[in-house]
């Protein structure tokens, strides 16, 4: 009977034992993972070679190459909405200007597919008063709305505008001024090593209210080549004014509204990016 007592506690022991062993061993911790964070803040910023300065169908550098480049910071308050400030410049031709230079800041929104961009630029041009053909500074607000609709294909619009049109420089009666586009793009469905391609068209109305003054209409379409952040840009411009906005006779009288094409080499990047 003792035998019996002795073993069924030699037992108990045993049992009792064992867990406060299992707990006494080492055990290795677990490493803390910091949590990534990423800052609000980002910069933008980018360099272009143009054939030609075109804008809404018009030439801005007398049908001759153009270097621009732009600078933009901004702020992320969450993933709707996005703070922004930046500055865009190109050269000109010498008869309208020294240069083009244009700080902006506006806010971007983002629902789901759905984009909004509210903002104001001023077009600066130094030296732009100088001459009898040229531009007078100026500012414009403007209401940018995006949709994509697929991995394929986005579409967008601009109205943009303003009331002191050229700072009324060689203005008569009102200064009133805007325009008003839809564009496109379509990304095709073939990549080769790694380059993307996507057909861009476009086409807007440019509207001008003071006395004398021509409005007309603009279309272009442009094959896009991007591969990281090289972009390859070949576009043909056209409008319904041709003949109407041309250069003086003493730097070649060229048609500036007409048919054209444009090769533009551009590259974009980020601050966030290149970490």
Same mark, same amino acid.
């Given at each position: ?15 009792? #034992? ?149 700072? &009324? ?70 409008? &319904?004014?041709? &003949?109407?906005?041309?250069?003086? #006779? #003493?730097?070649? &009288? ?18 966030? #990016?290149?970490?």
């Amino acid at each position: 009977m003792k035998k019996v007592v002795l073993s069924v506690l030699a037992a108990l022991a045993v049992s009792t #034992a064992a867990p406060a062993f299992a707990a006494d061993m080492p055990v290795k911790a677990s490493k803390m993972v910091a949590p990534v964070v990423v800052s609000p803040f980002d910069i933008a910023f980018g360099v272009a070679f143009t054939s030609d300065y075109v804008l809404r169908g018009i030439s801005q550098s007398n049908r001759k190459p153009a270097v621009q480049g732009y600078f933009e910071g901004r702020y992320n308050i969450n993933d709707m909405i996005q703070l922004y400030a930046g500055i865009w410049g190109s050269s000109v031709a010498s008869y309208n200007a020294s240069a083009e230079i244009d700080p902006s800041a506006g806010v971007r929104f983002t629902f789901g597919n759905f984009g909004l961009d509210l903002g104001y630029v001023y077009y600066y041009y130094p030296d732009g008063t100088s001459g009898t053909n040229a531009y007078g500074s100026f500012g414009e607000f403007y209401v940018k709305p995006t949709y994509k609709f697929n991995d394929w294909l986005s579409i967008g619009g601009v109205i943009d505008g303003g009331s002191n049109f050229n700072n &009324g420089y060689l203005i008569a009666g009102s200064k009133t001024a805007y325009f008003y586009a839809g564009n496109a793009t379509i990304t095709l469905p073939w990549q080769f090593n790694g380059v993307t391609i996507a057909i861009n068209p476009e086409i807007g109305r440019q509207v001008y209210e003071c006395t004398g003054c021509n409005s007309y209409t603009w279309w272009d379409v442009g094959l896009v080549f991007n591969y990281k952040a090289v972009t390859l840009d070949l576009r043909y411009w056209d409008t &319904g004014r041709h &003949g109407v906005f041309v250069a003086p #006779a #003493a730097f070649g &009288g060229k048609d500036l509204g007409g048919s054209t094409f444009v090769a533009t080499l551009k590259f974009d990047a980020t601050l966030s #990016a290149l970490k």
